[in-house]
């Protein structure tokens, strides 16, 4: 009573793009009755029979969505069986005191009488809370990380063998310079659970056929298993759409060892190798049993390995209107991974909301191809970012201080490439419609648009301006 559920769980279903029912509402609506005078006139025993069966009926619905339960549903048996049966439960944990601050002044509580009553009522139910709960959250985005399966913590690397859902065998798939620095650690936090270890090769060369041949080969899994993907997003990419391929499909957990892998290609499950004819062709939508972030991981990272996530996480900051790229690393990621996991429980198969993530993509693909991929990705965003911010400015008014602020972050300089096949790339990319192209674009920090049509000549000419 008083954490928050309600305001929380608004928040959280908007974020993720599924419907909510708050129980008292339902409450409200079936009884036509406030709850506070459904309480009076009832009592509690007969309240709660009445909230029971709105919340069964609620939870064995058959629609996706986030519910806030009254604080006290959990005391009845049968809502317990619904949630252990068809729920994700978490609690938003608030101490006694916050609780009764938010509380004493509300008219519609009936067991918020006097502070004494109050905790007493705190600590009768904590054991059921504790029994009841799959993840404990504290704010918006550990819902949101919690709804998506992500976990976000310095140390997590260490509890491994906890973390990785079920208590199946685990195949430990790295690559020769990520598990030379942290391919014991890994082993030893999976302890009993680590039935065999393979590797990838490092850096996109995981993404081959030939990699992920060998080890569709090797891996000696059956479908209880779990495959965990120790890397960056190369590695994760490849290891993941074996898992997703293997046995038709089996659990995996990535342990993304990189910033762009721990705010971006580890999370929303998309899982990809190349092939001749391009980058990332083919691939499956297999969503991670749980993304284990560890930001503790990012400290053996390379600079130049450093400035390819920050790129992303400027992105992110852009498309979630903070400039999330100030904070320490642990904030970082946590803030970033909940924003891509958001946007991917909106959009889990890419069909909608989830092109935001591209922005100033559309020109960084085609610097990459026109340095015919000798380009660092970072540094190929940074300058998609400003061509896609400029364009913002002509079209939205965007405030020219924000693309300044990006500037002295990630400080992007023209390249020197082949702008005959970047544009080429942009073109086939993009096909331009009616002389026009659709890109995504900022009307303001945290409102992206998608699909904009800008005209195909002003298109050519920014990306002019970011090749020397
Ligand atoms: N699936 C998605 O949604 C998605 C999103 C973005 C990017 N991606 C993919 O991710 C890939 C790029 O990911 P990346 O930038 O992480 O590249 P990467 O996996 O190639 O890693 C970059 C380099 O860092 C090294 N490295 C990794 N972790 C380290 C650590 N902790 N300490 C020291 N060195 C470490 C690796 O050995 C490698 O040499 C691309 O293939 C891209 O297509 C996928």
Redo the contacts with the bound molecule.
Sequence with gaps: MGAGKTTLGAGLAERIGRPFVDLDAELEARARLPVRELFAQRGEAEFRTLESAAAVDVLESRRPGVVALGGGAVKIEAVRRALREHALTLLLEVEPEVAWERVRTAEDRPLARDPERFRALHAERAPLYDETADIRVRDLDGAVLAAAGVHVETGAFERLAELVPGEGPVALVS????AG??GAEAQLALGARLDSTHELP???A??GIAACAALWEELGLERGGTLVAL???????AA?FVAATYLRGIAWAPV??????QV?????G???I?VAAG??LV?AFHWPARVVADPA??????PE?RR??LA?VVKTGLLAGAPLWELPDPDLVRACAAHKAAVCLRDPLDRGPRASLNLGHTFAHALEAGAGYALA?GDAVALGLTAALRVSERLYGLDPEIRADVERTLRPRPVAVDGARAWAALRRDKKALGGEMRLVLLEAPGRPRTGVAVAEEDVRAELRALIT
């Excluded at 690559?175 to 990520?178: D, L």
């Excluded at 890397?231 to 990419?237: H, I, S």
């Design positions: 690559e020769p310079r990520v620095i942290h490092s850096g996109e995981a993404k890397g960056g997003g190369a590695l994760t990419d993941g993304p060892t990189t910033l762009v892998g971006d290609a580890a999370i929303g998309k899982t990809a190349d980058k990332n691939g991981l990012l400290a053996s990272l390379s390995e390819n996530g992303e990705h």
